[in-house]
């Protein structure tokens, strides 16, 4: 299987260089793209919730100028994906001050697993919408929006067309907080759970089938390993590090991760004739990155550019990025940005900034990292 045999010798060659992306000659036209997925794209749903407080500034600083409730100094990833299919960024559902959904919807939020938890973080606690739930709302949305249409008036603008629920792209970007969950349970079997995380990804994409959706860019994990917060935790037992100084335990359990996905992938390929179904190996063009960080025009791949540490990663997690706290009716930033995030790949201890994120999907937008080689805009052709 084509990213088994890439992951075994990740750490010799970049992906680029063994997979080459074929032209595009009927380029597909989404009218609208519906996102499954935890930080890594979420555009301001947790956010927009109370269940937390709302990402603050310096995230946006970049490219929004303001925060967008995007863990970020900028865009991401699925930003990205639409100004590359000519479309509006994805609307998170959850925010009620927004709600034009007639291109689509985002589902993501902040710590989204893809199995519910019932655990709470050192710092914090695990997103409520997990992959479940998040297929949940699209379901509702989906059925919201016939009626909608159906009633007339200015509200049947705001949803989907009900034929653009066959023709959407459906983008899924979740994992790992599951990584993190296992980490944060000793006791926990990693094989045993992540079979019963992909059983039910593999679930979640089967009902999107069978309500109409026939086109899924999945994206498979990144290098855990090399991001700060999982760098400044407690080794374990003997930790060994890589050139880079990524940690290879963690990044061994990600690449597991995205084996077990590639072998769902694959058969879901075989229950789903007429699904069109593309694989993104987000960890080694990331990884990538990482390890020829200088090549590329960054910096210090390692460090969080957002942060107050008192460590090489620049990472606190009692003082993270945007965190703020009250002294004297005023109230202080914790942690600032770096003077150049642009030369940044790591911004604030666990997501990438807008410069590695728009780096990332110039690979990955062509197809040079996906299974089959096809790129974005071709994506509909079916496997």
């Known amino acids: 299987m084509l990213l088994h045999r890439v992951l075994l010798v990740l750490h010799v060659l970049p992906k680029f260089l063994l997979v080459s992306a074929y032209p595009c000659k009927f380029p597909c036209n989404f009218p609208a793209i519906f996102n499954f997925g935890d930080s890594n794209s979420d555009t301001g749903g947790l956010s927009a919730t109370a269940l937390t407080d709302p990402v603050g500034w310096p995230n946006g600083e970049t490219f929004f100028k303001m ?27 959850l925010d009620a001050l927004g709600g034009n959904f007639s291109h689509g919807a985002n589902f993501a939020t902040i710590l989204s697993p893809i199995l519910d938890q019932n655990l709470t973080l050192p710092l914090g ?50 994992g790992q907080n599951d990584l993190t969950s296992i980490l944060f349970s000793p006791n926990m079997s990693p094989e045993n759970y992540l079979q019963d995380a992909l059983q039910r990804l593999a679930t979640v994409i089967k009902e999107i089938y069978e309500a109409g959706g026939r086109y899924f860019w999945i994206h498979n994990t990144g290098p855990l390993g090399c991001l ?42 075989e229950e789903l004739p007429t699904a069109a179904l593309t694989l993104v190996d987000v960890y080694s063009a990331k990884y990538h990155l990482i390890t020829h960080a200088s090549n590329y025009g960054f910096e210090n791949p390692l460090e969080a550019c957002c942060g107050n540490g008192d460590n090489k990663y620049n990472y606190n997690g009692k003082a993270r990025c945007g965190q703020t706290k009250t002294v004297n009716g005023v109230k202080i930033l914790l942690a600032n940005s770096c003077k150049d995030p642009e030369k940044r790949i790591n911004w604030d201890g666990a997501h990438y900034t807008e410069a590695a994120n728009k780096w990332v999907f110039d690979r990955i937008s062509t197809g040079q990292f996906s299974d089959p080689p096809d790129p974005l805009i071709c994506v509909c052709r079916q496997n």
């Open 67 to 93: 925060p967008s409730g995007r863990d970020a100094d900028g865009r991401l990833l699925i930003d990205f994906i639409a100004e590359e299919l000519g479309l509006p960024y994805v609307e998170p559902y």
């Open 125 to 174: 606690f695990y997103s409520p919408f997990s992959l479940a739930v998040q297929l949940s709302q699209f379901l509702l949305l989906k059925n919201r929006s016939q009626v909608l249409y159906q009633q007339g008036g200015m509200k049947k603008y705001m949803v989907p067309r009900e034929e653009f629920f066959a023709e959407a792209l459906y983008t899924i970007d979740i």
């Open 228 to 269: 700060p917060y999982v760098l400044v935790r407690p080794p374990v037992g003997p930790e060994t590090m890589d050139e880079t100084g990524c940690k290879i335990f963690y990044n061994a359990l990600a690449e597991k991760y995205n084996v077990m996905l590639n072998e769902t992938v694959v058969k879901l390929r």
